[in-house]
């Protein structure tokens, strides 16, 4: 069976939504994981993607988030919508 760790090997680098789908889990199983990984020093985050640690963009400190990505996803998408109606 396929690991958070061997997709993300694979993948080099992804969001949890597209981790959780290639493991066939949840989203909330695939960020339990993804963040008890991250507190071990394997993987690493920015932004909303994640990557083994050592192979990404940032080794910037980041706490967990209260707001989940799909939460931030969609303020986003209502946010742009927004702006371009106004204009």
Known sequence: METVS???????????????????????????ELWE???????????????????????VTEERPVKSEAQDMLTGEVEQKVTADMM
């Open 37 to 59: 990984l991250k507190r071990k020093g394997v993987v690493d985050k920015t932004g909303h993607t994640w990557f083994l640690a050592g192979e990404g963009e940032s080794r």
């Open 6 to 32: 061997d997709a993300l090997k694979a993948l080099k680098k992804a969001s949890s939504h597209v981790v959780a789908a290639r493991l066939g889990i949840s989203r909330e199983e695939a960020v339990n």
